[in-house]
């Protein structure tokens, strides 16, 4: 966070949790760092009154008490982003976790910066020489082993120029270590960057592109487009945090930032240590070499909480600057909302709807407007994707988070207690989701070698509409009173239901599926209700179709590869062959 200016100091007021009141402090501004008592807590200022100020402390402030000395630093709240990032796990403050595999407890050593990070040496090649004409964004130098993706040292913002001294190959280079020199502007291997200021780009790219998940569901109904935002609403045990866990582990982002926002700490344990494990498909290295964990636990400061997603979005900036596509997955921003209305009762702000505070809706919107595909500023393309879990209490669905959020995202993953209880995961449902990228989408695909696919899935959509309202009817006059046409939409819509949008998160076949296994596998379900419903016209009673054996249709998920997109067309030539013999 940097040094305290000796000059400038004042004493505690009032200590209330996380709120701390101080006078004396000249020459503060908002949003300033300020350490606080012996032990040099941080705290952020967030109201100014006279020679008074109110600050959010995002340490634990027992002991603290009135009199106690504060120092202000001259600067906001900052990440030192370089090239220690992936693999590793921090705090909402990105500061270094040790023992994250069992206690996920922040190491402090003097200094927000861990001496561990600071001390490492990194091997620095340089791209360019020296002389060359360098403007913000263009790449100085790479990292090699700084995780498994190509780690490139840039031009920070607002520095141009001739490159007047550059550091030559070396396997000796610490994090603040000067590694080329700008006119007279250094350049350090890391950068300090605020972490509630967005990143500079040149411009947004307004052209969609999918970002592919692996989940059939999402990929195939509501799929959601590189730096684009989607939110994950849902009651307990409906699996938000399962969900979004597939994502990260199989989701073709060049870089996921994990920030668990207020979750239980065995949840973020059970993360690192998945991530550990599994092999990243595209490089046969560990997935979390890849991966950024920002574990703020509920049993961690509740304040950092709030700091934790700015943190978050800001290293996946970071990355996107470098070209990266990368993904945050934020679980749960209403962990987040619990803390920005603690702290706002505290602070004695009028409270809005259920308590939380007016600003609410506005936090919301600077943190998912963050997300976008860009043109940086070195002339690459890169994205930054937000994707938000919400956890409503007590699974209402109109209270302020969850509604304020749909505003400002693009697609809705709304998980269905029912679908869940009856173990139907993903438990996405298809009454209450939406994706408004889809037709941008659906060009994507067409121009990209699936003219089929926003086809197909206005059709699955009416599929389940109509199974949907027909199975209503049934539940009144039974299934067996509807014509025969009819019925072959109710088993055309179980057919898709298990045999497609059902996935197995624990299967290694199933737990991730490639696009051409998706549309294999729904254009079986079509071609299984076409030959059904003509059966139907040839006179062939409906019960005899009922009861035709449909297990190698809903099993053909889990037993075939996730690429396997040939054998799902094999089986269903032989199966369709099958069907078409009832009489």
Known sequence: MGNVDADRAGTVRLVNGPLIEIEGLQEISMLEVVTVGPQRINSEVVAITG?????????????????????????????????????????????PLSSVDLWLTPERAGSTEDQTVLSRSWTFIPTVTVGDQVNPGDVLGTVPEAGSIEYRVMVPWGVSGELSWLLPKSDQVHALDV???????????????????????????????PLHTGQRVLDLMYPVALGSA?????????????????????????????????????????????????????????????TVIIANTSNMPMMAREASIYSGITVAEFYRDMGYNSVVIADSTSRWAEALREFANRNGELPAEEGYPATLASALSAFYERAGRVTTLGGQVGSTTVLGAISPPGGDLTEPVTTDTQRFVRSLWLLDRDLAYSRHYPAISWTGSFARDAEAIGQWHEANGDPGWSQNRARAAALLAEADRLSALAEIIGSGSLPGHQRMVLLGGRLLRDGVLQQNALSNNDAFSSEEKGAALMDFV??????????????????????????????????????????????????????????
Request: contains cysteine; charged residues 30%.
């Open 179 to 209: 590694v080329a020199r700008v006119g007279d502007t250094e350049v350090t291997l890391a950068e300090q960057w605020p972490v509630r200021r967005r990143r500079p780009i040149k411009e947004r790219i307004s052209e969609a592109v």
């Open 230 to 290: 989607a939110a994950v609403p849902g009651g307990f045990g409906t699996g938000k945090t399962m969900l979004l866990q597939q994502i990260a582990k199989w989701s073709n982002a060049d870089v996921i930032v994990y920030v668990g926002c207020g979750e239980r700490g065995n949840e973020m344990a059970d993360v690192l240590d998945d991530l550990s494990k599994l092999t990243d498909e595209r490089n046969g290295g560990r997935l979390i070499d890849r």
């Open 526 to 583: 079509f071609e299984v209700l076409d030959l059904c419903q003509k059966l139907v016209d040839r006179g062939v009673p409906a019960t005899t179709i009922e009861d035709f054996d449909y297990v190698p249709v809903v099993r053909a998920r889990e037993e075939f590869g996730p690429d396997d997109a040939k054998g799902i067309a094999g089986r269903k030539k032989e199966f369709l062959k099958r069907l078409g013999d009832l009489k």
């Open 51 to 95: 020679n008074r100020a109110t600050l959010q402390a995002y340490e634990y402030t027992g002991g603290l008490k009135p009199g106690d000395q504060v120092g202000a630093t001259g600067h906001g709240l900052a990440g030192l982003l370089g090239p220690g990032l992936l693999g590793q796990a921090f705090d909402g403050l990105l500061r």
